[in-house]
């Protein structure tokens, strides 16, 4: 089962760094659950989003703002996964978006350095009060693309995001200066693993060019306190009733195709507001 929320001493090494990374946060049976769930999952691969990262290569996306019932809804209700959010946002949360990255062997694409308070802040987010919770699926490693981040630049605040292409990422003058003075860390993840970072953290992903996938399931929260004050894809508010820990091997192989009620999908063309939401948020 879950090992439980973040600790004191966890949620200072959030605020210092910017992130923390607990190992092993879900057990195997649970990661178990959650790769045949969305592996097999028709209804999460035909409504996912390809984006081109200019290089030849394409991440994939599937993204929901309702958290549900399914077996994702589950992995984002839980107490491990929400009291570590409350204790890091100092407060009631409530789910802002999920979402399954899905960087397939040899096509999945690469994402340019960017902070997700860049493109949140668009939708009236006055204060950068959220945070996310990385679900590794399969293993992450430097070989498949796995997430990069600037460690402490969470502190930097908002930085200016330019588009290009289909992506949209931070001011590059300003982040080649940043990399001369903070740290760049490799986040290699083994399933189970959970990374918990700020808004404000720059990070990035390389292509996938090795043989394996690298998926993963993004939870997104944002303070109760902090919802937006405009109406934007994600300013729909909804108390989030947590479950147990146990809730998630209970739910089972619960995908989308078997809560049809469950979800508000994101529309699959690229001139709708929900994708145009995600045009920027990819990990």
């Known amino acids: ?13 959030f605020h210092d760094n910017g992130y923390f990374l607990a190992k092993g946060l879900f057990d195997a049976e649970e990661i178990a659950l959650l790769q045949r769930a969305a592996k097999e999952d028709r209804e999460l691969d035909q409504h996912s989003i390809g984006r081109q990262d200019g290089e030849g290569g394409t991440v994939r996306l599937s993204g929901w703002n309702h958290a549900g019932d399914s077996l994702y809804g589950m992995f984002a209700r839980c107490e491990s996964a929400v009291n570590s959010m409350e204790r890091l946002l100092e407060g009631d949360v409530y789910h802002y978006q999920s979402k399954v990255i899905m960087k397939d062997p040899k096509i999945g694409g690469a994402w340019t350095w960017h902070q997700d308070y860049g493109y949140w802040y668009m939708y009236g987010i006055l204060f950068p009060l959220l945070a996310s919770a990385y679900i590794a699926i399969d293993p992450a490693t ?3 693309g796995c997430l990069q981040v600037i460690q402490g630049s969470h502190q930097l605040g908002r930085i200016d995001h330019l588009r290009s292409g289909d992506q949209a990422g931070a001011d590059r003058e300003r982040v080649d200066e940043i990399l001369k003075r903070m740290e760049l860390v490799y986040v290699e993840m083994n399933p189970g693993d959970t990374l918990f970072f700020h808004c404000n953290l720059l990070h990035r992903s390389d292509q996938n060019r090795s043989e394996k996938s690298r998926w993963s399931l993004i939870c997104c929260y944002n303070a109760t306190r902090n919802v937006p004050y405009k109406e934007s894809p994600h300013s729909h508010y909804e108390p989030l009733h947590k479950v147990p820990d146990a809730a998630i091997k209970d739910a089972g192989i619960r995908r989308f195709g078997d809560t049809p009620g469950d979800a508000a999908w994101w529309e699959q063309t690229a001139t709708s507001p929900a994708a145009k939401a995600l045009e920027g948020k990819q990990s």
């Open 1 to 13: 089962m879950a090992k439980g929320p973040l600790n004191d001493e966890q949620a200072r090494e």
């Open 142 to 144: 430097r070989e498949n």
